[in-house]
């Protein structure tokens, strides 16, 4: 949205956003929809959302993790060697 404010004039600027947020939020919703829909059917609705609860699980554990490492007190100034650190 930033670069968008940027390029498009004062003049458009809500023109443009509105494009922007209809082109990449009703393209994604279109999309999502028909996959999730196609994959229903071969696969049928309780594997699906098994699926999905269980990617929804690993990735809050991983936020958890990055919480937990991120905010620990560290010489390390980067992320990558607290987590280094962290498992060490």
Do not use: H
Not at 10 to 32: D, H, N, P, W
Not at 43 to 64: M, N, Q, V
Request: glycine residues 12%.
């Amino acid at each position: 949205m930033n670069y968008m404010d940027m390029e498009v004039t004062e003049k458009t600027r809500t023109v443009g956003q509105s494009l922007f947020t209809m082109t990449s939020f009703g393209i994604a919703g279109i999309l999502g929809r028909s996959t999730f829909g196609f994959i229903a059917d071969y696969i049928g609705l309780p594997k699906l959302y098994l699926i999905g609860g269980t990617l929804g699980a690993i990735g809050t554990l991983g936020l958890i993790l990055f919480w937990s490492v991120a905010s620990c007190p560290s010489k390390e100034k980067t992320f990558t060697d607290r987590l280094l650190k962290y498992f060490s």
